[in-house]
Protein backbone atom coordinates (compact mmCIF):
# COMPACT_ATOMS: atom_id res chain seq x y z
CA UNK A 1 0.00 0.00 0.00
CA UNK A 2 1.77 3.19 -1.16
CA UNK A 3 1.22 6.36 0.83
CA UNK A 4 0.28 8.59 -2.27
CA UNK A 5 -2.85 6.28 -2.95
CA UNK A 6 -3.65 6.27 0.49
CA UNK A 7 -3.23 10.13 0.56
CA UNK A 8 -5.54 10.66 -2.49
CA UNK A 9 -8.27 8.18 -1.33
CA UNK A 10 -8.03 10.59 2.02
CA UNK A 11 -8.19 13.71 -0.26
CA UNK A 12 -11.25 12.36 -2.29
CA UNK A 13 -13.54 10.91 0.01
CA UNK A 14 -16.10 12.94 1.05
CA UNK A 15 -16.33 12.37 4.88
CA UNK A 16 -20.08 13.98 5.95
CA UNK A 17 -21.27 11.84 2.58
CA UNK A 18 -20.13 8.89 4.30
CA UNK A 19 -20.95 9.23 7.94
CA UNK A 20 -24.05 10.99 6.36
CA UNK A 21 -24.86 7.16 5.10
CA UNK A 22 -25.26 5.86 8.89
CA UNK A 23 -26.00 9.29 10.56
CA UNK A 24 -27.92 11.95 10.00
CA UNK A 25 -26.19 15.30 10.11
CA UNK A 26 -27.14 18.62 10.94
CA UNK A 27 -24.84 21.50 9.87
CA UNK A 28 -23.10 23.03 12.66
CA UNK A 29 -20.62 26.11 12.79
CA UNK A 30 -18.23 25.30 10.41
CA UNK A 31 -19.06 21.48 9.90
CA UNK A 32 -21.62 18.92 10.99
CA UNK A 33 -23.46 17.51 14.13
CA UNK A 34 -25.50 14.17 14.70
CA UNK A 35 -25.73 11.50 16.94
CA UNK A 36 -23.25 8.89 17.74
CA UNK A 37 -23.91 5.48 16.43
CA UNK A 38 -21.14 4.24 18.99
CA UNK A 39 -22.96 4.82 22.16
CA UNK A 40 -26.56 5.47 22.92
CA UNK A 41 -26.45 9.30 22.36
CA UNK A 42 -29.32 12.39 22.70
CA UNK A 43 -27.73 15.17 22.71
CA UNK A 44 -26.16 14.95 19.28
CA UNK A 45 -22.05 14.54 20.40
CA UNK A 46 -20.98 13.71 17.26
CA UNK A 47 -18.92 16.38 15.42
CA UNK A 48 -17.84 16.01 11.84
CA UNK A 49 -15.71 18.42 10.01
CA UNK A 50 -15.21 18.26 6.38
CA UNK A 51 -12.23 21.28 6.25
CA UNK A 52 -10.10 18.31 8.77
CA UNK A 53 -11.46 15.15 7.40
CA UNK A 54 -12.12 14.18 10.87
CA UNK A 55 -15.11 13.11 13.33
CA UNK A 56 -15.40 12.78 17.12
CA UNK A 57 -17.53 11.72 19.48
CA UNK A 58 -17.34 14.21 22.46
CA UNK A 59 -20.14 11.53 24.41
CA UNK A 60 -17.93 7.99 23.99
CA UNK A 61 -14.24 9.78 23.00
CA UNK A 62 -14.68 8.12 19.16
CA UNK A 63 -13.02 9.55 16.76
CA UNK A 64 -10.56 9.70 13.43
CA UNK A 65 -11.01 9.93 10.12
CA UNK A 66 -13.60 8.45 7.64
CA UNK A 67 -11.40 5.18 7.09
CA UNK A 68 -11.49 4.71 11.13
CA UNK A 69 -14.81 5.69 10.69
CA UNK A 70 -15.75 3.26 8.20
CA UNK A 71 -13.60 0.40 10.27
CA UNK A 72 -15.69 1.14 13.13
CA UNK A 73 -19.01 1.15 11.71
CA UNK A 74 -18.71 -1.97 9.19
CA UNK A 75 -16.56 -3.72 11.28
CA UNK A 76 -14.03 -4.05 8.74
CA UNK A 77 -10.29 -4.49 9.09
CA UNK A 78 -8.12 -0.54 7.86
CA UNK A 79 -7.38 -3.03 4.27
CA UNK A 80 -11.17 -4.21 4.14
CA UNK A 81 -12.15 -0.11 4.70
CA UNK A 82 -9.41 1.09 2.51
CA UNK A 83 -10.53 -1.26 -0.59
CA UNK A 84 -13.48 -0.23 -0.34
CA UNK A 85 -13.23 3.27 -0.06
CA UNK A 86 -10.53 2.98 -3.19
CA UNK A 87 -13.62 1.48 -5.35
CA UNK A 88 -15.78 4.37 -4.19
CA UNK A 89 -13.53 6.66 -5.46
CA UNK A 90 -12.03 5.23 -8.42
CA UNK A 91 -8.05 4.62 -6.87
CA UNK A 92 -6.56 1.83 -7.89
CA UNK A 93 -4.50 -0.25 -5.33
CA UNK A 94 -2.03 -2.33 -6.12
CA UNK A 95 -2.15 -5.69 -3.86
CA UNK A 96 1.52 -5.62 -3.00
CA UNK A 97 4.14 -7.97 -5.02
CA UNK A 98 4.59 -9.74 -1.75
CA UNK A 99 1.64 -10.64 -0.07
CA UNK A 100 0.73 -12.78 -3.49
CA UNK A 101 4.04 -13.86 -3.64
CA UNK A 102 4.05 -14.87 0.30
CA UNK A 103 0.17 -16.53 -0.19
CA UNK A 104 1.83 -18.77 -3.14
CA UNK A 105 4.83 -20.44 -0.29
CA UNK A 106 2.19 -21.24 1.75
CA UNK A 107 -0.46 -22.81 -0.83
CA UNK A 108 2.93 -24.48 -1.66
CA UNK A 109 2.82 -25.52 2.26
CA UNK A 110 -0.17 -26.52 2.32
CA UNK A 111 0.22 -29.31 -0.96
CA UNK A 112 3.51 -30.61 0.79
CA UNK A 113 1.77 -31.05 4.57
CA UNK A 114 -1.11 -32.94 2.35
CA UNK A 115 1.00 -35.21 0.67
CA UNK A 116 2.71 -36.20 3.54
CA UNK A 117 -0.84 -37.06 5.36
CA UNK A 118 -1.22 -39.39 2.53
CA UNK A 119 2.29 -41.25 2.25
CA UNK A 120 3.69 -43.54 4.28
CA UNK A 121 5.15 -41.81 7.21
CA UNK A 122 1.47 -39.98 7.75
CA UNK A 123 0.19 -43.49 9.04
CA UNK A 124 -0.19 -42.91 12.86
CA UNK A 125 -1.59 -38.80 11.47
CA UNK A 126 -3.94 -40.86 9.31
CA UNK A 127 -5.43 -43.17 12.19
CA UNK A 128 -5.56 -40.26 14.51
CA UNK A 129 -7.98 -38.41 12.00
CA UNK A 130 -10.18 -41.51 11.36
CA UNK A 131 -10.49 -42.52 14.91
CA UNK A 132 -12.37 -38.96 15.49
CA UNK A 133 -14.28 -40.05 12.46
CA UNK A 134 -12.63 -37.87 10.00
CA UNK A 135 -12.07 -40.02 6.68
CA UNK A 136 -10.09 -38.89 3.55
CA UNK A 137 -12.91 -37.21 2.03
CA UNK A 138 -12.55 -34.76 5.17
CA UNK A 139 -8.83 -34.29 4.60
CA UNK A 140 -9.21 -33.26 1.21
CA UNK A 141 -12.50 -30.97 1.64
CA UNK A 142 -10.36 -28.78 4.88
CA UNK A 143 -6.83 -29.49 3.70
CA UNK A 144 -5.67 -31.41 6.42
CA UNK A 145 -1.99 -32.55 6.20
CA UNK A 146 0.88 -34.12 7.75
CA UNK A 147 4.51 -32.31 8.96
CA UNK A 148 6.97 -35.34 9.04
CA UNK A 149 8.65 -35.72 12.05
CA UNK A 150 12.95 -35.47 10.23
CA UNK A 151 12.84 -32.31 10.91
CA UNK A 152 14.06 -30.62 7.51
CA UNK A 153 10.95 -32.42 5.13
CA UNK A 154 9.48 -28.96 4.19
CA UNK A 155 12.64 -26.73 4.19
CA UNK A 156 14.18 -29.23 1.51
CA UNK A 157 10.74 -30.05 -0.68
CA UNK A 158 10.23 -26.10 -0.77
CA UNK A 159 13.89 -24.87 -1.18
CA UNK A 160 13.23 -23.07 -4.18
CA UNK A 161 11.43 -20.82 -2.67
CA UNK A 162 14.25 -19.59 -0.57
CA UNK A 163 14.71 -19.37 3.38
CA UNK A 164 14.10 -16.05 3.48
CA UNK A 165 10.75 -16.48 2.54
CA UNK A 166 10.03 -19.47 4.61
CA UNK A 167 11.31 -18.09 7.54
CA UNK A 168 9.05 -14.98 7.08
CA UNK A 169 5.64 -17.19 7.05
CA UNK A 170 7.03 -18.77 10.47
CA UNK A 171 7.59 -22.07 8.14
CA UNK A 172 10.97 -22.88 9.12
CA UNK A 173 12.82 -21.76 12.45
CA UNK A 174 16.46 -20.44 12.69
CA UNK A 175 18.59 -22.52 14.97
CA UNK A 176 22.45 -23.06 16.63
CA UNK A 177 22.83 -25.85 14.19
CA UNK A 178 21.06 -24.09 10.74
CA UNK A 179 17.38 -24.02 9.51
CA UNK A 180 14.59 -26.60 10.37
CA UNK A 181 10.64 -27.20 9.76
CA UNK A 182 8.93 -25.36 12.61
CA UNK A 183 5.78 -28.33 12.41
CA UNK A 184 7.28 -31.74 13.12
CA UNK A 185 5.35 -34.81 13.80
CA UNK A 186 2.05 -32.87 13.63
CA UNK A 187 -1.20 -33.01 11.81
CA UNK A 188 -1.71 -29.85 10.05
CA UNK A 189 -4.37 -27.64 9.65
CA UNK A 190 -4.35 -24.97 7.22
CA UNK A 191 -5.75 -21.60 8.80
CA UNK A 192 -7.35 -19.71 6.10
CA UNK A 193 -8.37 -15.64 5.56
CA UNK A 194 -11.90 -15.35 4.38
CA UNK A 195 -11.47 -15.71 1.17
CA UNK A 196 -10.29 -19.58 1.98
CA UNK A 197 -6.50 -18.77 1.39
CA UNK A 198 -3.90 -20.11 3.80
CA UNK A 199 -2.50 -17.58 5.49
CA UNK A 200 -0.78 -19.86 8.66
CA UNK A 201 -0.59 -23.06 9.70
CA UNK A 202 -1.87 -25.26 13.16
CA UNK A 203 -0.13 -28.25 13.89
CA UNK A 204 -1.27 -30.85 16.56
CA UNK A 205 0.84 -33.01 18.27
CA UNK A 206 0.64 -36.81 17.92
CA UNK A 207 3.02 -37.13 20.55
CA UNK A 208 4.76 -34.67 23.32
CA UNK A 209 4.39 -31.02 23.40
CA UNK A 210 2.84 -28.60 23.18
CA UNK A 211 -0.46 -30.08 22.09
CA UNK A 212 -1.30 -27.21 19.66
CA UNK A 213 1.53 -24.85 18.23
CA UNK A 214 0.49 -22.01 15.53
CA UNK A 215 2.19 -20.01 13.29
CA UNK A 216 3.43 -16.92 15.10
CA UNK A 217 2.63 -13.36 13.43
CA UNK A 218 3.95 -13.03 9.88
CA UNK A 219 2.66 -10.24 6.77
CA UNK A 220 -0.15 -12.81 6.24
CA UNK A 221 -1.56 -13.71 9.84
CA UNK A 222 -1.90 -11.77 13.39
CA UNK A 223 -3.08 -14.16 16.08
CA UNK A 224 -6.22 -13.43 17.66
CA UNK A 225 -7.78 -12.01 14.63
CA UNK A 226 -8.79 -15.14 12.29
CA UNK A 227 -11.57 -17.67 12.91
CA UNK A 228 -11.16 -21.41 12.16
CA UNK A 229 -14.09 -22.38 9.48
CA UNK A 230 -15.02 -18.61 8.81
CA UNK A 231 -14.32 -18.68 5.22
CA UNK A 232 -16.37 -22.25 5.01
CA UNK A 233 -19.12 -20.68 7.50
CA UNK A 234 -19.47 -17.13 6.72
CA UNK A 235 -22.15 -17.69 4.14
CA UNK A 236 -24.29 -19.95 5.81
CA UNK A 237 -24.08 -17.72 8.92
CA UNK A 238 -25.00 -14.84 7.16
CA UNK A 239 -28.20 -16.21 6.25
CA UNK A 240 -28.96 -18.01 9.34
CA UNK A 241 -28.72 -14.83 11.24
CA UNK A 242 -26.27 -16.67 13.79
CA UNK A 243 -22.91 -18.96 14.41
CA UNK A 244 -22.16 -21.70 16.32
CA UNK A 245 -18.47 -20.99 18.51
CA UNK A 246 -16.59 -24.40 19.39
CA UNK A 247 -13.10 -24.39 21.09
CA UNK A 248 -11.29 -26.97 18.42
CA UNK A 249 -10.70 -27.71 15.34
CA UNK A 250 -12.36 -31.06 14.93
CA UNK A 251 -14.93 -29.92 16.49
CA UNK A 252 -15.46 -27.34 13.30
CA UNK A 253 -14.93 -29.83 11.00
CA UNK A 254 -17.36 -32.80 12.78
CA UNK A 255 -20.01 -30.15 13.39
CA UNK A 256 -19.76 -29.34 9.44
CA UNK A 257 -19.89 -33.13 8.08
CA UNK A 258 -23.23 -33.70 10.26
CA UNK A 259 -24.22 -30.38 8.58
CA UNK A 260 -24.00 -27.47 11.32
CA UNK A 261 -22.04 -25.62 8.49
CA UNK A 262 -22.63 -22.21 10.71
CA UNK A 263 -20.00 -24.00 13.02
CA UNK A 264 -16.67 -21.97 13.86
CA UNK A 265 -13.50 -21.69 16.01
CA UNK A 266 -12.01 -19.46 17.83
CA UNK A 267 -8.90 -22.13 18.09
CA UNK A 268 -8.48 -22.50 21.98
CA UNK A 269 -10.46 -21.03 24.87
CA UNK A 270 -9.75 -17.24 24.59
CA UNK A 271 -11.79 -15.18 22.44
CA UNK A 272 -10.73 -12.09 21.52
CA UNK A 273 -12.63 -9.08 20.52
CA UNK A 274 -11.03 -8.84 17.26
CA UNK A 275 -12.45 -12.26 16.47
CA UNK A 276 -16.02 -11.15 18.16
CA UNK A 277 -16.29 -8.12 15.67
CA UNK A 278 -15.34 -10.15 12.58
CA UNK A 279 -18.64 -12.35 13.42
CA UNK A 280 -20.56 -9.38 14.07
CA UNK A 281 -20.10 -8.84 10.56
CA UNK A 282 -21.79 -11.74 9.35
CA UNK A 283 -23.99 -13.00 12.64
CA UNK A 284 -26.49 -11.12 15.01
CA UNK A 285 -26.67 -14.18 17.28
CA UNK A 286 -23.94 -15.94 18.33
CA UNK A 287 -24.21 -19.40 20.26
CA UNK A 288 -21.33 -20.54 22.36
CA UNK A 289 -20.47 -24.39 22.41
CA UNK A 290 -17.67 -25.06 24.47
CA UNK A 291 -16.58 -27.84 25.90
CA UNK A 292 -18.71 -29.11 29.18
CA UNK A 293 -15.75 -28.70 31.22
CA UNK A 294 -14.91 -26.40 34.14
CA UNK A 295 -12.44 -24.43 31.91
CA UNK A 296 -15.23 -24.37 29.15
CA UNK A 297 -17.37 -23.00 31.43
CA UNK A 298 -14.46 -20.23 32.37
CA UNK A 299 -13.88 -19.90 28.83
CA UNK A 300 -17.92 -19.27 28.42
CA UNK A 301 -18.28 -16.78 30.86
CA UNK A 302 -15.41 -14.47 29.15
CA UNK A 303 -16.58 -14.79 25.71
CA UNK A 304 -20.34 -13.77 26.58
CA UNK A 305 -18.75 -9.98 28.04
CA UNK A 306 -16.73 -10.09 24.86
CA UNK A 307 -19.69 -11.08 22.48
CA UNK A 308 -22.09 -8.95 24.22
CA UNK A 309 -19.37 -5.44 23.48
CA UNK A 310 -19.03 -6.66 19.75
CA UNK A 311 -23.24 -6.21 20.19
CA UNK A 312 -24.14 -9.73 19.66
CA UNK A 313 -26.85 -11.76 20.95
CA UNK A 314 -25.47 -14.17 23.25
CA UNK A 315 -27.22 -18.25 23.78
CA UNK A 316 -24.95 -21.10 25.53
CA UNK A 317 -25.77 -24.79 23.86
CA UNK A 318 -25.15 -26.49 27.93
CA UNK A 319 -23.81 -30.05 26.22
CA UNK A 320 -23.88 -33.14 28.70
CA UNK A 321 -21.29 -33.37 31.58
CA UNK A 322 -17.25 -33.98 30.09
CA UNK A 323 -18.75 -34.15 26.16
CA UNK A 324 -17.60 -31.47 23.29
CA UNK A 325 -19.34 -31.14 20.43
CA UNK A 326 -17.32 -33.15 18.55
CA UNK A 327 -17.19 -36.54 20.90
CA UNK A 328 -21.17 -35.74 21.57
CA UNK A 329 -22.34 -36.30 17.89
CA UNK A 330 -19.21 -39.53 17.98
CA UNK A 331 -20.84 -40.74 21.28
CA UNK A 332 -24.59 -39.57 21.42
CA UNK A 333 -25.73 -38.65 17.57
CA UNK A 334 -26.25 -35.80 15.89
CA UNK A 335 -29.83 -35.30 17.50
CA UNK A 336 -28.42 -35.09 20.73
CA UNK A 337 -26.13 -31.98 19.43
CA UNK A 338 -28.97 -30.16 17.48
CA UNK A 339 -30.95 -30.57 20.84
CA UNK A 340 -28.42 -28.99 22.53
CA UNK A 341 -27.94 -26.34 20.03
CA UNK A 342 -31.53 -25.38 19.63
CA UNK A 343 -32.18 -25.49 23.00
CA UNK A 344 -29.41 -22.81 23.69
CA UNK A 345 -30.81 -21.11 26.80
CA UNK A 346 -29.82 -16.67 26.81
CA UNK A 347 -26.75 -15.93 28.95
CA UNK A 348 -28.69 -14.72 31.77
CA UNK A 349 -30.46 -18.07 32.63
CA UNK A 350 -27.15 -19.43 32.03
CA UNK A 351 -26.04 -17.51 34.50
CA UNK A 352 -29.10 -18.27 37.15
CA UNK A 353 -28.16 -21.83 36.64
CA UNK A 354 -24.97 -22.03 37.23
CA UNK A 355 -24.39 -19.67 40.61
CA UNK A 356 -26.25 -21.96 42.46
CA UNK A 357 -23.71 -24.81 41.24
CA UNK A 358 -21.01 -23.06 41.93
CA UNK A 359 -21.60 -21.09 45.10
CA UNK A 360 -23.62 -21.73 48.47
CA UNK A 361 -26.16 -19.25 48.06
CA UNK A 362 -27.57 -19.47 51.78
CA UNK A 363 -24.43 -18.03 53.01
CA UNK A 364 -23.66 -14.21 53.03
CA UNK A 365 -20.13 -15.15 51.61
CA UNK A 366 -21.61 -17.48 48.72
CA UNK A 367 -24.12 -14.32 47.43
CA UNK A 368 -21.09 -12.13 47.53
CA UNK A 369 -19.33 -14.16 45.30
CA UNK A 370 -21.88 -15.00 42.90
CA UNK A 371 -22.74 -11.14 42.57
CA UNK A 372 -19.02 -10.62 41.92
CA UNK A 373 -18.98 -13.18 39.27
CA UNK A 374 -22.25 -10.97 37.84
CA UNK A 375 -20.64 -8.19 38.22
CA UNK A 376 -17.92 -8.40 35.43
CA UNK A 377 -20.84 -9.16 33.07
CA UNK A 378 -22.97 -6.33 34.45
CA UNK A 379 -20.43 -4.11 32.61
CA UNK A 380 -20.72 -5.09 29.08
CA UNK A 381 -25.27 -4.92 29.23
CA UNK A 382 -25.60 -1.16 27.89
CA UNK A 383 -29.72 -2.08 27.80
CA UNK A 384 -31.14 -0.44 31.15
CA UNK A 385 -34.36 -2.50 30.77
CA UNK A 386 -32.08 -5.36 30.78
CA UNK A 387 -30.32 -4.92 33.58
CA UNK A 388 -33.56 -3.76 35.33
CA UNK A 389 -34.98 -7.59 34.64
CA UNK A 390 -31.84 -9.09 35.67
CA UNK A 391 -31.39 -7.20 38.95
CA UNK A 392 -35.30 -8.64 39.64
CA UNK A 393 -34.27 -12.42 38.70
CA UNK A 394 -30.83 -12.01 40.91
CA UNK A 395 -32.82 -10.32 43.63
CA UNK A 396 -34.99 -13.72 43.89
CA UNK A 397 -31.97 -16.14 43.38
CA UNK A 398 -30.14 -14.26 46.02
CA UNK A 399 -33.32 -13.76 48.54
CA UNK A 400 -31.77 -9.84 48.30
CA UNK A 401 -33.72 -6.74 47.98
CA UNK A 402 -33.52 -5.66 44.81
CA UNK A 403 -32.03 -2.46 45.86
CA UNK A 404 -29.12 -4.09 47.58
CA UNK A 405 -28.19 -6.36 44.23
CA UNK A 406 -28.39 -3.23 42.35
CA UNK A 407 -26.46 -1.38 44.79
CA UNK A 408 -23.79 -3.79 44.81
CA UNK A 409 -23.82 -4.56 40.86
CA UNK A 410 -23.22 -0.67 39.86
CA UNK A 411 -19.66 -0.34 41.10
CA UNK A 412 -18.20 -0.26 38.09
CA UNK A 413 -18.84 2.73 35.04
CA UNK A 414 -21.27 1.92 33.04
CA UNK A 415 -22.79 3.99 30.16
CA UNK A 416 -24.06 7.75 30.70
CA UNK A 417 -22.22 7.28 34.41
CA UNK A 418 -19.37 7.02 32.34
CA UNK A 419 -16.43 9.54 33.84
CA UNK A 420 -16.39 12.41 31.32
CA UNK A 421 -13.48 12.86 29.13
CA UNK A 422 -10.36 14.57 30.96
CA UNK A 423 -11.18 18.54 30.58
CA UNK A 424 -9.64 21.10 28.28
CA UNK A 425 -6.70 22.75 29.67
CA UNK A 426 -3.85 24.74 28.80
CA UNK A 427 -2.19 22.21 27.35
CA UNK A 428 -4.87 21.16 24.66
CA UNK A 429 -5.30 25.20 24.11
CA UNK A 430 -1.55 25.16 22.65
CA UNK A 431 -1.81 21.79 21.03
CA UNK A 432 -4.74 23.10 19.41
CA UNK A 433 -2.69 25.70 18.48
CA UNK A 434 -0.37 24.21 17.31
CA UNK A 435 -1.98 21.46 15.24
CA UNK A 436 -4.47 24.25 13.65
CA UNK A 437 -0.85 25.77 12.38
CA UNK A 438 -1.13 29.09 14.88
CA UNK A 439 1.01 28.60 17.26
CA UNK A 440 3.55 31.22 15.80
CA UNK A 441 7.16 30.10 14.20
CA UNK A 442 8.95 31.34 17.48
CA UNK A 443 7.29 29.20 19.97
CA UNK A 444 7.40 26.19 17.80
CA UNK A 445 11.06 26.29 17.75
CA UNK A 446 11.44 26.42 21.59
CA UNK A 447 8.99 23.10 21.94
CA UNK A 448 10.30 20.10 22.55
CA UNK A 449 8.22 16.53 22.79
CA UNK A 450 8.57 16.22 26.22
CA UNK A 451 7.09 19.78 27.31
CA UNK A 452 3.61 17.41 26.57
CA UNK A 453 2.19 14.35 28.98
CA UNK A 454 2.46 11.16 27.36
CA UNK A 455 -0.72 11.20 26.07
CA UNK A 456 0.43 13.84 23.54
CA UNK A 457 3.46 13.23 22.84
CA UNK A 458 3.51 11.10 19.26
CA UNK A 459 1.25 13.77 17.99
CA UNK A 460 3.43 16.49 18.53
CA UNK A 461 6.27 14.33 17.79
CA UNK A 462 4.64 13.42 14.46
CA UNK A 463 3.91 17.18 14.01
CA UNK A 464 7.45 18.48 14.56
CA UNK A 465 9.04 16.15 12.55
CA UNK A 466 6.71 16.98 9.89
CA UNK A 467 7.32 20.23 10.11
CA UNK A 468 11.29 20.20 10.53
CA UNK A 469 11.12 18.88 7.39
CA UNK A 470 8.76 20.75 5.53
CA UNK A 471 6.63 18.24 5.13
CA UNK A 472 2.48 18.57 5.18
CA UNK A 473 1.12 18.92 8.66
CA UNK A 474 -2.31 19.35 7.90
CA UNK A 475 -4.79 16.90 10.21
CA UNK A 476 -5.09 14.72 6.85
CA UNK A 477 -1.69 13.64 6.56
CA UNK A 478 -1.06 13.46 10.16
CA UNK A 479 -3.57 10.79 10.78
CA UNK A 480 -1.69 8.65 8.21
CA UNK A 481 0.73 7.48 10.73
CA UNK A 482 -1.51 7.95 13.81
CA UNK A 483 -3.04 4.46 15.54
CA UNK A 484 -6.53 4.82 16.36
CA UNK A 485 -6.00 6.04 20.01
CA UNK A 486 -4.20 8.88 19.17
CA UNK A 487 -6.33 9.34 15.91
CA UNK A 488 -9.10 10.22 19.02
CA UNK A 489 -7.06 12.44 20.48
CA UNK A 490 -6.32 14.38 17.88
CA UNK A 491 -9.54 14.53 16.45
CA UNK A 492 -10.89 15.00 20.37
CA UNK A 493 -8.88 18.26 20.06
CA UNK A 494 -9.13 19.93 16.65
CA UNK A 495 -13.11 19.43 16.83
CA UNK A 496 -13.36 20.76 19.81
CA UNK A 497 -16.35 23.38 19.75
CA UNK A 498 -14.78 26.44 21.20
CA UNK A 499 -15.03 29.92 20.61
CA UNK A 500 -11.98 32.07 22.07
CA UNK A 501 -13.59 35.92 22.38
CA UNK A 502 -10.12 36.88 21.87
CA UNK A 503 -7.80 34.28 20.43
CA UNK A 504 -4.26 35.63 20.90
CA UNK A 505 -5.37 36.65 24.39
CA UNK A 506 -6.65 33.01 25.04
CA UNK A 507 -3.34 31.97 23.34
CA UNK A 508 -1.27 33.89 25.08
CA UNK A 509 -2.71 32.85 28.75
CA UNK A 510 -2.38 29.40 27.30
CA UNK A 511 1.17 29.83 26.40
CA UNK A 512 2.22 30.97 29.96
CA UNK A 513 0.52 28.43 32.07
CA UNK A 514 1.38 25.61 29.94
CA UNK A 515 5.34 26.59 28.95
CA UNK A 516 6.30 28.85 30.48
CA UNK A 517 5.34 29.03 34.21
CA UNK A 518 6.80 25.59 34.16
CA UNK A 519 10.12 26.35 32.98
CA UNK A 520 10.26 29.17 35.41
CA UNK A 521 9.48 26.98 38.16
CA UNK A 522 12.34 24.55 36.98
CA UNK A 523 14.95 27.42 36.74
CA UNK A 524 13.42 28.53 40.67
CA UNK A 525 13.90 25.18 41.51
CA UNK A 526 17.32 24.90 40.16
CA UNK A 527 18.36 28.11 41.65
CA UNK A 528 17.09 27.22 45.13
CA UNK A 529 19.63 23.90 44.34
CA UNK A 530 22.41 25.89 43.77
CA UNK A 531 21.69 28.26 46.42
CA UNK A 532 21.70 25.79 49.40
CA UNK A 533 25.30 24.33 48.05
CA UNK A 534 26.54 27.95 47.85
CA UNK A 535 25.61 28.24 51.28
CA UNK A 536 27.34 25.05 52.51
CA UNK A 537 30.35 26.60 50.87
CA UNK A 538 29.52 29.75 52.78
CA UNK A 539 30.49 31.45 49.33
CA UNK A 540 28.47 34.20 50.51
CA UNK A 541 29.03 36.19 47.64
CA UNK A 542 27.49 33.86 45.36
CA UNK A 543 24.59 33.23 47.60
CA UNK A 544 24.31 37.22 47.08
CA UNK A 545 24.21 37.08 43.23
CA UNK A 546 21.86 33.84 43.01
CA UNK A 547 19.34 35.63 45.65
CA UNK A 548 19.36 38.56 43.16
CA UNK A 549 18.45 36.49 39.87
CA UNK A 550 15.90 34.28 42.03
CA UNK A 551 13.92 37.64 42.99
CA UNK A 552 13.98 38.70 39.76
CA UNK A 553 12.36 35.35 38.51
CA UNK A 554 9.78 35.37 40.83
CA UNK A 555 8.61 39.03 40.27
CA UNK A 556 8.41 37.46 36.66
CA UNK A 557 6.48 34.45 37.86
CA UNK A 558 4.11 37.10 39.72
CA UNK A 559 3.61 38.86 36.10
CA UNK A 560 2.66 35.86 34.20
CA UNK A 561 0.11 34.51 36.96
CA UNK A 562 -1.55 37.71 36.80
CA UNK A 563 -3.66 37.02 33.80
CA UNK A 564 -6.18 33.91 34.39
CA UNK A 565 -6.86 31.71 32.03
CA UNK A 566 -10.26 31.79 30.88
CA UNK A 567 -10.39 29.43 27.73
ZN1 LIG B 1 -20.18 8.28 20.92
Same mark, same amino acid.
Given at each position: ???? #???????????????????????? @??????????????????????????????????????????????????????????????? *??????????????? $????????????????????????????????????????????????????????? #?????????????????????????????????????????????????????????????????????????????????????????????????????????????????????????????????? $??? #???????? @????? &????????????? *?????????????????????????????????????????????? &??????????????????????????????????????????????????????????????????????????????? *????????????????????????????????????? #????????????????????????????????????????? *?????? +????????????????????????????? +?? @?????
Amino acid at each position: MGKL #ELEEIKQRVDIVELIGRYVALKPS @GKGYKGRCPFHPDDTPSLYVSPEKGLWHCFGCGAGGDAIGFLMRIEHLSFREALERLAAEVGV *ELREEGERQRLLRVN $AAAEAFFRESLRAPEGKDAREYLLSRGIGPDLWDAWGLGYAPDSGDALLSALARHGV #EELLKLGLVLKGERGYRDRFRDRIIFPLRDELGRPVAFAGRALQGEPKYLNTPNTPLFTKGTLLYGLDRARERIKTAGQAVLVEGYTDVISLHAAGVTEAVSSMGTSLTESQARRLSRYAQRVIIAYDAD $AAG #ESSTLRGI @GILLD &AGLEVGIAVLPEG *EDPDSLVRNQGLGQLRAALEGAIPFRRFLLELLPRRFDLRSLKGKE &AALELVRSLWEHIRDPLIRREWAQELSLLLELPEEEVWGALKGRISWGERESEPAFGPEEVVLRFLLLGKLGQERVSQL *EVGDFSPQYQRIVGLWLERWREGKGTDPRSLTLELGP #EDQERLSRILLWDVNFSDENKALEDAWQRFYLVPKLEKRLA *ELRERM +SEAEKARDLERLRELSQKYMDLCRGKVRL +SG @GAYGG
